[in-house]
């Protein structure tokens, strides 16, 4: 067959595979089990052969988007999980023991570093480190070290990790690099290349697109050794090694704590999916120019975005990403104009807590999101009081421009 490029793959993705009828997408399976007519095969596929037994591990529709997350991820398997967290929850649980070392960004997502909490209660060890500087990675290192985690950017500061010299630094010290992939998705950027064992993505987001249906997911690269890492059960070892890592995980993740994504989620976001690099080129368009616009108004005090030549890993951003920046950004508003009063008067963009959509949506970060963290956290993270968190959609830019353009004026005028 010939070699096709992202987006042919993930539309005939489900065709190319065993659809009922000559459908072009897999049906939704409802059923929670499977049965067989041998037992000796039921048996087999219980001790590892490739099939379906209780829906709590899997089905053929989760199957379906798990290969579409494969595709676009270049890995070597994939497994699909009820929420973005959940998958981080189920690599962390399972990988890690009493006695590890994690060392994780310090600009992390508001959940996950409420799970660090959880992590720390269990006796797990984390560190967290500025990852826009790979040496300090490299120095908070230790004997104990298994782990190396860090977004691709930074929500919502929007600092950009040295993901390739992280990614070097794990390679020489044997360590599991992760990377949440979320807000960059495997459009912008396929971590396997800056050397990443895990790819984690938050699929309620950029892949699912129109924030209908959650979900999370996690890639294997393939590129990790995991002959060499001391956690994996020795009950799970009696495969090829190359996939031990991630049937603990699906043992321990999906069997053992239920973290399982719905049939009806998993198509929907596999639909989704087929149009990821249309919505993104656009979204990337849009808030380019948006950004650009907000950074000359002069009601505007400061715009955090990559593309902007300002921003310190503008160059870093551009090799990575190939000069497209992702949704989001931070603005700070000129002293004297209230953040509040100015998101009330946003008509076209909308007041949530999401990003990835198709729409714009806006939030004060340290008053939302971002609150139980403290003034000492968000100050760490670079979460200033008055920040405003954008999540750019695919409206018309010009009418996003105006929307923003009306309430500026306005506040500056009252």
Request: overall charge neutral.
């Amino acid at each position: 067959m010939a070699k096709h490029g992202f987006t042919t793959n993930i539309l005939h993705c489900d065709r190319r595979g065993s659809v009922e009828h000559g459908a072009v997408h897999k049906p939704i399976h409802t059923s929670s089990q499977y049965a067989y007519a041998d037992s000796r095969e039921l048996a087999a596929v219980f001790q590892g052969k490739s099939g379906y037994t209780y829906a709590r591990q899997g089905t053929p529709t989760t199957d379906a988007l798990e290969k579409k997350i494969n595709l676009m991820e270049d890995g070597l398997s994939s497994l699909t999980f009820s929420t973005g967290m959940a998958a981080l929850s189920a690599l962390f649980t399972t990988l890690l023991r009493a006695g590890d070392h994690l060392i994780s960004s310090q600009y992390i997502f508001g959940n996950t570093n409420s799970l660090f909490g959880t992590l720390q209660l269990l006796g797990i060890e984390i560190t967290l480190v500025d990852p826009t500087d790979a040496k300090a990675v490299a120095q908070a290192i230790k004997p104990n070290t298994r782990m190396v985690f860090t977004e691709t950017i930074a929500n919502p500061g929007t600092q950009v990790a040295d993901l390739e010299g992280i990614g070097k630094i794990c390679q020489e010290h044997k360590l599991v690099y992760v990377v949440d992939n979320t807000l960059t998705s495997p459009w912008l950027l396929q971590p396997r290349k800056v050397g990443a064992s895990f790819v984690m993505n938050s699929l309620s987001k950029h892949i699912g697109g129109h924030a209908h249906a959650l979900g999370g997911s996690l890639t294997d690269t393939g590129l990790f050794d995991w002959t060499t890492y001391p956690n994996i059960l020795d009950i799970y070892k009696k495969s090829a090694p190359a996939g031990w890592g991630m049937l603990q995980i699906k043992k321990k993740g999906l069997r053992d704590m239920g973290a399982t994504l719905a049939a009806d989620a998993a198509h929907r976001i596999a639909v989704g999916a087929e149009t990821l690099s249309l919505r993104l080129d656009k979204i990337c368009s849009n808030a380019m120019a948006l950004a650009t616009f907000l950074s000359n108004h002069p009601s505007v005090a400061r715009v955090s975005y990559p593309g902007l030549k300002n921003h310190p890993q503008h160059e870093r951003a551009k090799k990575l990403f190939g000069a497209r920046y992702s949704m989001l950004m931070g603005v700070e508003l000129a002293p004297g104009i209230d953040p509040f009063d100015f998101l009330n008067k946003l008509e076209v963009v909308i007041l949530a807590t999401h990003v990835g959509d198709t729409r714009t949506l806006a939030l004060p970060a340290a008053h939302t999101i971002y609150y139980e963290m403290g003034p000492q956290l968000r100050a760490q993270m670079g979460i200033a009081d008055g920040l405003i968190r954008l999540s750019v959609g695919i409206e018309e830019e010009q009418d996003l421009i105006d929307d923003f353009a009306r309430a500026l004026d306005s506040c500056a005028t009252s």
